[in-house]
């Protein structure tokens, strides 16, 4: 079993930067591959970003290219996502995900966190 907990999030203005944090507990971090996805309203949660267990391999929806940079660090049990250039269409709620398997962890993955509400004003 993986607990993960978001922070970071809040209220910034169309341009500006966030950065999200997701601890994670229990089972041996970097067994994990971690993942972030998003969700409006009415919406399907959608696929953010992703790193393999050693940070080595990353993956982005093609819109965050560029913009959302996605780090770990497996000493603190936590992963980070960079965002920069924010949009209005950006505003969401922000979760973290884990797998053992990479391909999972942005696709299926098993575990989730609660979620942190990133809202962008214009």
């Known amino acids: 079993q993986v607990q993960l907990v978001e922070s970071g999030g809040g209220l910034v203005q169309a341009g500006g930067s966030l950065r999200l944090s997701c601890a994670a507990s229990?089972?041996?971090?970097?067994?994990?591959?971690i993942s972030w996805f998003r969700q409006t309203p009415g919406t399907e949660r959608e696929f953010v970003a992703a790193?393999?267990?050693?940070?080595?391999?990353?993956r982005y929806e093609d819109s965050n290219k560029g913009r959302f940079a996605i780090s770990r660090d497996n000493a603190k049990n936590t992963v980070y996502l960079q965002m920069n250039s924010l949009k209005s269409e950006d505003t969401a709620v922000y979760y973290c995900?884990?797998?053992?398997?990479?391909?999972?962890?942005?696709?299926?993955?098993?575990?989730w966190g609660q979620g942190t509400q990133v809202t962008v004003s214009s």
């Open positions: 790193i393999s267990w050693n940070g080595i391999t990353t």
């Open positions: 995900a884990a797998d053992s398997d990479y391909y999972k962890a942005y696709s299926q993955p098993q575990y």
């Open positions: 229990g089972r041996t971090f970097s067994d994990y591959s």
